[in-house]
């Protein structure tokens, strides 16, 4: 696994319960559900997950949209080098301080400009090793929520080397949550479950699409 | 802290109606078993415990109704202790200060329960060890070294399970089980045991002749050692059939005969059911006493039809129930071991030994059916009743420590023939289990029907080895008297059916699942016998070291 610290964008806007990353390079935008980080103040980490990604048209796409012949370097152009930055929106799942993971909403939001960082493995896997947070991306209102659990949750198991063990934790954890909506809990358990990682590698998928 | 197996979580319930506990995922259902014994560490107590039943539950209708499918066993994992759970019923039996404290009282009866989510553990050998061995239940006062006895171990350790013999013998007990579960061998095990601790000393009416001496194992085809061969002469055997003995090549200790004058109406009235008898006939003994005394029955059998028909007449009494009487009777005038007169010598000679402190056991012989058995123990029991009547109240005036009878325990078996309803009302031993507790003797019945015991004298029964029991009624019967017992019945049906027992009661702190104790060599050893060429090394040995080479 590859420890990309490098940023990969800056904050756009902000709030206590999420934030938005704007993104350069359409190669380096988090992909659904994975971990990242930005320094709120002093010592404070504030962790997310991402969940939405927005790419806008500018006035320059809007003009030459309807051109049947455009040419390969402005395609690759719009990936590369935007003029208008690719919105990546961020759940707030925790913070740490002191090497120490809280998993309920940090004391202030991240200031807009901040450097945000994508998760090593090592982080991740320190973060996850409770699973209070589930409940925050369960219970948010109007995000997909069943699906960003099941990306972070299988994120999270790749990150920490394929560990069964914590897909069963965190399937419970879940089940614990869900207790009176079994169909929902169901469709998460068969979005989470080990034979989805066997026969293909996910890997390519996970560095570079945008679900 | 001890690294006990943590099975679960107390959720709910009652000192009365028993304990949920909420399994831990990591517990499998599966192994979880009825009887197991269970501690839960409550905020300020230890509640010893025995698991009752053990239950499924979910948290939502649905998964039920659409359960993940057969293979997923992810989702079987993710779900069980979650959604899906297992439970156990928990029967509180013991409670221990966690603290010890100065007024610490060790064991006793449950009074209360413990707080909600107090966490359950598998019991580790310390607990049994605690409970089974350093008996220290609150209220009774003991003088001396206490009579322990291994009757076995838990079903899933090597630890063992003691009972006190000395509370075992003060009151009656019973042995009970499916046919071939293994009553004989737990007899033969609690007959050593007390006889090796001289807890008490025992009579025992052995109907199928296999106490004193050798007799053959169903399972492993060997021959086991009779009581009179491990213990030598302080066990003495006496036979109503000399001849049986004499082909199995034994010797008895001495022939029980006995005289038509030695048997009275009452053994004749226990017998109603076995020889058909109406009561009126039975009524009509007594007209013949009144007249012949203790020559009655005598007279009885030798009255032709024409004497017959006169006594009648002149007594008042129904003629055709006197006829009856006299052919129902004459059975007994032919039985072997019957004379037409025989003065009490025989029986007084056993009732000395019992008071020198030595153990008898009659056997049967032939005579093995239960009319045979029933007259017999009835009339030499009658005896022995008398004389510990007479002597406990000698020793009630003088209190002298030397006039204390010795305890005396008797063994029956089919005991439901003494003790069903009816005739519990009329026997020497239905008046011994229910009161005899007083006068220094105490029954140890055995019986495969318990159901047919009277509920009084079940009730009055102190200690309960019980080997597997299928049927309803006698698991019921077991349970007559044992406050909260309706909890344990499941752990009765769940036994193996050889050597695992059940034993629960006074002589036990809290009822216990046991595999029995092994009656083999090493067994013979721990009850002190050698075989003879050892005992003459053990002489040399013990010359050498005294004397040198
Ligand atoms: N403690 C034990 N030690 C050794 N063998 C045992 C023991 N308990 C049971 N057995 C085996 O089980 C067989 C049956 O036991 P036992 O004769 O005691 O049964 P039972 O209940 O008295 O049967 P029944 O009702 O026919 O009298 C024995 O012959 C022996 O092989
Ligand atoms: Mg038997």
Known sequence: MTHDLSPLGRVLRSSTTEFVVGCQDLARVPTFGSFVKVQAHDGVWV?????????????????????????????????????????VEVLVLGYARDGLVHQYLPPQPPATLSDVYPCTASEVTAFTGQLSYLRTILFTPQIPADELLAANVREAYLRRGGDREFLVEAGREAARLLKDEYDRLKAILSRIRPSLFRSSTPEPARRRGVT | MRDRQRIGTVIQGSLLEGLTAKLEPSASVE???????????????????????????????????????????????????????????????LMLDAEPSLEDQGLRPVKTVPSHFSPVYEADEDDFLRVFQEDTVSGVERVGKKKFFEIGKPLNMEVPVCMDLERFVERSNGIFGKSGTGKSFLARLMLSGIIKSRAAVNLVFDMHSEYGWETQSEETGHFVKG?????????????LDPESARNR???????????????????????????????????SSYLLVDRYRDRWLQQLLNMDAETLRDFARESGAHPEAMAALKRKLDMIGRLGFVKEHVDDSV???????????????????????????????????????????????????????????????????????????????????????????KYFVTLLVIDQRPSGIDTEVLSQIGTKITALLNDEKDIEAVFTGVGGGGRLKALLAALDPRQQALVLGYAVPMPVEVRTRTYDEAFYRAMGHRERDEQRREAEKARTELFGE
Do not use: C, W
């Open chain 2, 249 to 283: 090549n034994v010797q008895p200790d001495g022939v029980v005969v006995i005289g038509l004058n030695q048997i009275q109406v009452e053994d004749v009235a226990l017998l109603q059911e076995e020889l058909n008898l109406t009561s009126t006939a039975v009524e």
């Open chain 2, 347 to 437: 029986i007084d000679e056993i009732v000395r030994s019992i008071e020198s402190g030595r153990h008898v056991i009659l056997e049967f012989g032939q005579y093995n059916n239960p009319r045979e058995y029933i007259l017999v123990a009835n009339i030499i029991t009658r005896r022995i009743h008398d004389l510990y009547r007479q002597k406990t109240e000698r020793y009630q005036q003088t209190k002298k420590p030397e006039d204390r009878p010795r305890q005396l325990m008797i063994t029956i078996e089919e005991a439901h023939k003494f003790l069903n309803p009816v005739a519990a009302r009329q026997t020497i031993f239905g008046t011994i289990a229910r009161e005899m507790r």
């Open chain 1, 47 to 87: 962790y997310g997950a991402a969940y939405n990604v927005l790419i806008d048209d500018d006035p320059f796409v809007r003009q030459i949209i309807g051109n049947p012949h455009i040419p390969r370097e402005v395609a690759l152009d719009q990936k590369e080098n935007r003029q208008t930055p690719i919105e």
């Open chain 2, 227 to 239: 009581l009179r061969q491990l213990f030598g002469p302080q066990v003495l055997s006496y036979t």
């Open chain 2, 31 to 93: 192994s979880m078993r009825v009887g197991n014994f269970v501690v839960i560490e409550g905020q300020k107590k230890q509640f010893f415990s025995l698991i009752t039943d053990v239950a499924l539950g979910a948290t939502n209708e649905q998964v039920l109704l659409d359960p993940p499918a057969g293979a997923d066993d992810f989702a079987n994992a993710v779900l069980a202790g979650t959604s899906t759970f297992g439970t156990v019923k928990i029967a509180p039996m």
